[in-house]
């Protein structure tokens, strides 16, 4: 498994604060994604990279932006968090035709 | 746009007994990854099969086995012998193998062992 390490594990926040989840990996893995998880919908794909400065967008990507600028670092970031961002959050790496591995997640409450 | 379906919100099986989970995805790539999943209550997405599309063969890790029917877009999960220990939710997941090589979940199946 790729050592995989989300900051924070959880997170209370208020309405329209800020808030940046990190994901770190030690694997050298090109591949780093983020993930949503909601009860009824599995996981769904926020936004993912493809290389250092190289992202793009996933399926539920409104309200959150990303940034890599390093192999091993992967950023989510929630410019004014919502109530409907309540979610737990889940980091992934892999490499081209492989598994991918997850965090332990980042459990997320907007109040 | 590439979809996977489970069919099967909830199961449960007796302990020592076999269980089969459903999966039926939609693509129209001729090469793909297929996973399974475990998430236990601690959340952790744990790896338990993998398949490549172009192996006929069909996946075997110690007591899970897959079901892999590529005509018919099909790739269930079958428990042997469940255990308390396989209580978990279970996602099906789907990779291409192009592009950003994204990984496209079920919305997963709940599996209870009953003693």
């Known amino acids: ?111 | 746009a590439q979809t996977v379906t489970q069919s099967q919100p909830e199961m449960s099986v007796q302990e020592a007994e076999t269980v089969t989970l459903s999966c039926t995805y939609d693509t129209s790539e001729s090469d793909y990854y297929l996973f399974w999943y475990k998430q236990p209550p601690s959340r952790q997405m744990i790896l338990v099969i993998r398949q490549e599309a172009y192996k006929q063969q069909n996946a075997t890790e110690n007591r899970f086995s897959v079901n892999f029917q590529k005509a018919a877009k099909s790739f269930s999960l079958k428990i042997s012998d469940s255990q308390l220990g396989d209580a978990a939710m279970y996602f099906c997941a789907y990779r291409i193998v192009q592009g950003a090589q994204k990984l496209v979940f079920g919305q997963g199946t709940r599996l209870t062992i009953n003693p």
């Not at chain 1, 594990?9 to 800020?18: A, Q």
């Not at chain 1, 992202?55 to 929630?78: A, I, M, N, W």
Request: glycine share 10%; net charge negative; with cysteine.
């Open chain 1, 1 to 111: 498994d790729a050592g995989i390490t989300q900051s924070p594990r959880h997170k209370v926040t208020e309405t329209g604060t800020p808030v940046t989840l990190r994901c770190h990996q030690t694997e050298n893995h090109r591949y780093m994604y983020w993930y949503r998880q909601d009860p009824g919908h599995g996981l769904r794909l926020i936004h993912y990279s493809y290389g250092v400065k190289d992202t793009d967008k996933g399926e539920v990507s409104d309200g959150y932006s990303v940034s890599r600028s390093k192999t091993e670092d992967f950023l989510l970031t929630l410019e004014s968090a919502t109530s409907s961002q309540t979610s737990v959050y889940f980091c992934g790496t892999g490499v081209p035709g492989n598994t991918i591995y997850f965090g332990e997640g980042s459990w997320l409450t907007v109040v």
